[in-house]
């Protein structure tokens, strides 16, 4: 395999780890050839569990190493735009574990849970994937929300997909396809959805004037026409999910970004506009997860107070202690979203 830059990987081994939610007694690996033009050969895959549970080295547990067979093969060629599903893999996993799989080209893991077992997908940008948590640590908001589940009855057999992609967009393709194009393969795709998550939007309005003309021109109208564009896909993606019949859909409001590059009194309008839209729910979402009361500081970036409405002089900015670079939230904050959910869209009095 050879990169951009004409450096190739030859007789090397590229490990990736895996951070399992719900556990279970076997596994199948799903891969993906999304993205290319041409048929993806796969000649050789193992899985195994990381030396120790750590994660983000190349150690493993020699006994643990199983080969991954396709329809008894250890080769697959996957054709383009494909999905392949490994044979099941006796290897058991444990609750909020780790999994290394060795080769470059995955796109999911797959765990043979309790029958009632179900999946909650999130839909998000970098907030999601977690930038500004600890590095390997493991302590995403979605990481954080999964042993909140687990400590109650009714959401024990919750699994979590986190879906976040860093730079993602609703509206428009850039990192990764925008959101109104992944609900296929990121939802559709997913084993036993039982929920929905959609929190993104944030990279829409931040990059709301790049559609301008002058890129130095901060037109409201321009931003105002993205709150727009962004209430329709919001509306678009709740149909499709129903269309799919996934039982639950929720969706969460737009964290304050003050004091990043480039950030306006138009960008802001527009996150407030969004935001009065998602807690009006008039469409239908099952419930509304209010991160934007959870983690807003004053107007610029003091104590606010929390609650479903907006007040005069609300937090324009993320509190300073749950942030970690005035977009993304620090470890704390990210626990403060977990909490959120877990009370507004499960009900649980965290």
């Known amino acids: 395999m050879q990169d951009t830059d004409g450096r190739v990987f030859k007789n090397t081994t590229l490990r990736q780890d895996v951070h399992i939610s719900l556990g279970g007694s076997k596994l199948r690996l799903k891969i993906s050839n999304s993205f290319n033009e041409n048929d993806l050969s796969i000649t050789a895959v193992t899985v195994a569990l990381p030396d ?7 150690a493993i547990e020699p006994d643990t190493v199983h080969t991954v067979t396709f329809s008894g093969e250890e080769s697959v060629t996957v054709p383009p735009n494909g999905l392949e599903t490994s044979d099941p893999i006796d290897l058991a996993v444990d609750n909020d574990s780790n999994l290394t ?3 470059f080209y995955l796109s999911a893991v797959d765990v043979l849970a309790p029958y009632a077992a179900s999946t909650l997908v999130i839909i998000g940008d970098s907030i999601t994937d977690g930038k500004g948590s600890t590095p390997n640590g493991n302590n995403r908001w979605p990481d954080q929300l999964f042993p909140i589940l687990q400590s109650a009855p009714s959401t024990k057999t919750v699994a979590i997909a986190n879906r976040g992609i860093d730079g993602n967009r609703v509206l428009r393709n850039g990192v990764g396809p925008r959101a109104l194009d992944r609900f296929g393969s990121d939802v559709g795709a997913t084993s036993s959805v039982g929920a929905l998550l959609i929190y993104e939007g944030i990279n829409d309005i931040r990059s709301s004037n790049d559609d301008d003309d002058d890129p130095d021109d901060d037109d409201p109208n321009t931003t105002n026409n993205t709150a727009t564009a962004l209430i329709r896909a919001y509306t678009q993606l709740l149909d499709r999910a129903r269309a ?3 039982p639950r859909v929720y969706i969460a409001t737009l964290a304050p970004f003050r004091g990043t590059e480039g950030w306006n ?13 998602i807690r009006r729910n008039e469409v239908g979402f099952d419930a509304v997860v209010d991160f934007d009361a959870v983690l807003r500081g004053g107007k610029h970036g003091g104590m606010a107070g929390l609650g479903m409405g907006v007040q005069k002089g609300a937090g324009q900015a993320l509190r300073p202690g749950y942030s970690s670079d ?3 939230p620090n470890v704390a904050g990210y626990e403060a979203m977990a909490r959120a959910v ?3 869209a499960f009900g649980l009095g965290w």
């Open 52 to 58: 120790g549970s750590r994660i983000g080295g190349s």
């Open 101 to 103: 799989v060795s080769m």
């Open 244 to 246: 799919h019949d996934v």
């Open 265 to 277: 009194d138009a960008q802001e309008a527009a996150r407030q506009r969004v935001n009065r839209w």
């Open 326 to 328: 005035k977009l993304h």
């Open 342 to 344: 877990a009370g507004e």
